[in-house]
């Protein structure tokens, strides 16, 4: 088996390793046994990245005579919806499921959203695993908890937070990332630096390009951060009522953009981060509240790294 470094999400009697490794696809059977025994495996993917994994997904468990079903839903932010959860819910009941099946979110930040949702409404809690395989799930929305679909009101309106049992990172899905995926995933990480750790910032203004390139060390290097410093606040907040919200650094304009061009391919969640970031800055500034070289630095960080912000 692949070596791997774990992370630990502490919530009492719902905390949860953060596995981090290389290929870890192929020993996805080995690790899961680990973490319990489950009278059923449902894999839930969307239509881009279920072609790279699923495979050999079902190759590990059917080997095993595990039972296994797979579910592939449209990708898209689109299929955070109402109408496709309903789909999703009817399609997994009809799989004859119990309290010991186990469902696995492979995919980003959508699949990962809305099937925490659906796994947390379903017999009233399925455990779940997430599996993210965009860096924006990976240092973001699949650690923690929070599950969403968005509403005509706006963006993850609708959800719950519901804790998997374990997140699971195999860093070559990010090879398969188109430039703009990894850049997206990015802002993330810069949001982690930004709120909380000044020394990791000047690691990025030092690493920022390597990331964005792929170098394998300074991946993972990010992403251990960013899960750390996620897992230290969600400690702290679950169910942010206080400090959790700096996790929204960002997003409050983020997500208007994002709902302002109907979360179309025009600007996508990461872009629309860059923007909320330096534009939540800029505000702060105004209000007196922020000195103008925090500002600077982040628009010259992003200047280096020819990231737009505007
Ligand atoms: N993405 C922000 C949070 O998990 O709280």
């Known amino acids: 088996m692949q070596k791997t470094d774990k992370i630990f999400v502490k919530l009492g009697e719902r905390s949860y390793p953060i596995i981090i490794g290389k290929d ?5 059977q080995e690790i899961i046994s680990k973490l319990g025994s489950f009278s059923r495996i449902i894999a839930i993917s969307d239509s881009n990245v279920s072609k790279y994994y699923l495979k050999k997904i079902r190759e590990g ?22 109408a496709i959860l309903e789909v999703l819910l009817e399609k997994i009941l009809g799989m004859k499921i119990d309290r010991k099946t186990l469902i696995l979110c492979v995919g980003g930040g959508v699949i990962g ?5 659906a796994s947390s409404l379903l017999l009233r809690g399925l455990n779940f695993i997430q599996i993210p395989t965009s860096l924006l799930a990976q240092v ?15 963006k993850n309106l609708i959800g719950t937070f519901f804790q998997p049992l374990a997140v699971i990172i195999s860093l070559e899905t990010l090879k398969t990332l188109e430039k703009r995926q990894i850049i997206a995933g990015y802002a993330e990480i810069l949001k982690y630096s930004f709120i909380m750790d000044k020394k990791f910032f000047f690691w990025l203004h030092k690493n920022g390009k390597k990331v964005i390139s792929l170098d394998y060390k300074c991946c993972l290097e990010a992403i251990k951060n960013s899960c750390k410093i996620k897992s230290k606040i969600v400690k702290i907040d679950e169910k942010e009522k206080g400090i959790r919200e700096i996790l929204n650094f960002g997003h409050t304009f983020g997500h208007a953009i994002e709902s302002f061009n109907n979360y ?6 990461g872009e629309s981060i860059f923007i909320g970031m330096v534009l939540a800055l800029k505000f702060s ?20 790294l020819n990231i737009p912000y505007k």
């Not at 870890?24 to 996805?28: I, T, Y």
């Not at 959203?113 to 949702?117: A, P, R, S």
Request: include cysteine; hydrophobic fraction near 30%; charge should be positive.
């Open 24 to 28: 870890l696809f192929k020993d996805l």
């Open 140 to 154: 973001d929305s699949s650690v923690g908890g929070k599950t969403a679909i968005n509403s005509k009101h706006g």
């Open 113 to 117: 959203d809305l099937v925490g949702l």
């Open 264 to 269: 179309s391919k025009k600007i996508n969640h």
């Open 285 to 304: 500034v105004y209000l007196g509240i922020c000195k103008l070289e925090v500002l600077q630095k982040l628009t010259n960080h992003l200047e280096e």
């Open 61 to 82: 468990f059917t080997k095993h005579n595990t039972k296994y079903n797979e579910i592939v839903l449209p990708s898209g932010e689109k299929t955070k919806s109402f």
